[in-house]
């Protein structure tokens, strides 16, 4: 049996909001009691908040909202791991405060999400959720030289907002179009020469981009950067993708772009309010498509993310500090816990 750390005199327990796709929870049943969530929906939180009472760790998704109450009612939880890279749905402060781990999963879904990310692309540039549609429909009357007529992706602007790991990779899928593309993140980076890109003001990027892409995390300050301004700044054929999340965008300056054809179409994976009401206006827009939060769905990707979450309780409940903890400093400066 593995070593018990923190004085337990039984085996750690661990809540985990769901299940899990792969071998992870088995792997860390080896190292714990574990308790799963099996339905298909997120847990009530009052369910999360009853359940963590008696948890060592938490093993979450980006779905649930892990506030100060949620963390106040976990009195032996050491770790809370998300199987995502952001962590805005996390209250990170509450966490360290207690002297709380929070990790997440950077780096491994990278390249899925860039995959999908020029798929979006593509797909929106080229009409083809409206292709598939007149087919479906009947409307595919004959060969019509002007029959839905999309942009091409080859040697267009492509506007990059946030250059980070996935903002970068989306850039290396650029070059094999022979795009030029433009970046804005709050920093320059030293090596925008070698990936190919050109740092841009927002308002200039904006400007000149035939397809705008965001990779940015969600903050207070990128909030709503996309709102009616930023939309009006755009050309009117611009393509905006979105596949970070989704309060980077105001949703209702969106429809506007779309309803006027201020812009010509956007692809977002992401949205205020997931999964989007069936009744939401947005959902009537011929030139928005929207897929269900799946940028890092390959089986491949999901299963290395679970891997990762797991492993980073795993460690903690080893008496390791994890990889990919967020805020290691605050967990390192010794906060004092309750036993």
């Known amino acids: 049996m593995p070593r018990l750390p923190f004085g337990h005199k039984s085996r750690p327990r661990v809540y985990v909001t769901r299940e899990l796709p792969g071998d992870a929870i088995e792997r860390l049943r080896d190292h714990a009691d574990v308790d799963v969530w099996h339905q298909d929906t997120p847990p009530p939180r009052e369910y999360i908040v009853q359940a963590v009472a008696q948890a060592d760790g938490l093993l979450c ?6 506030d100060a109450g949620v963390i106040e009612a976990g009195q032996r939880l050491r770790i809370v791991s998300t199987m995502a890279v952001g ?37 929106a540039a080229r009409r083809l959720p409206e292709a598939e549609r007149a087919v479906r429909d009947g409307r595919w009357s004959t060969w019509d030289p002007s ?19 996935i903002g970068a990779a989306v850039a290396r899928r650029a070059r094999g179009f022979d795009m030029r593309v433009l970046y804005y993140s709050r920093t320059q980076r030293p090596d925008d020469v070698e990936l190919g890109v050109t740092y841009a003001p927002f308002e200039k990027l904006l400007a000149e981009s035939d397809f705008i892409s965001v990779h940015v995390p969600l903050t207070a300050e990128t909030r709503h950067m996309f709102n009616a301004d930023a939309f009006d700044r755009m050309k009117p054929t611009a393509i905006f993708i979105n596949t970070a999340r989704g309060a980077v965008v105001d949703e209702t300056a969106l429809l506007r772009a779309l309803e006027t054809q201020r812009i010509a179409a956007a692809a977002i994976d992401v949205a205020e309010v997931e999964p989007v009401p069936k009744h939401d206006m947005l959902l009537r827009m011929p030139n928005l498509l929207v897929t269900p939060h799946i940028a890092s769905a390959s089986v491949a990707t999901r299963q290395r993310m679970a891997r990762m979450a797991v492993d980073t309780i795993i460690e903690t409940l080893e008496g390791k500090t994890p990889e990919h903890c967020v805020n290691v400093d605050a967990v390192q400066g010794g906060v004092e816990r309750p036993d």
């Open 87 to 123: 962590y805005d749905h996390i209250d990170v402060e509450a966490c360290s405060r207690r002297g709380i781990m929070v990790t997440n999963t950077p780096g491994v879904l990278t390249e899925t999400t860039a995959d999908f990310t020029f798929a979006l692309l593509l797909a």
């Open 147 to 165: 029959f839905l007529l999309g942009q091409d992706a080859g040697g267009a602007t492509l506007g990059i907002v946030g250059l980070g790991a």
């Open 61 to 66: 998704l980006l779905t649930d909202n892990i």
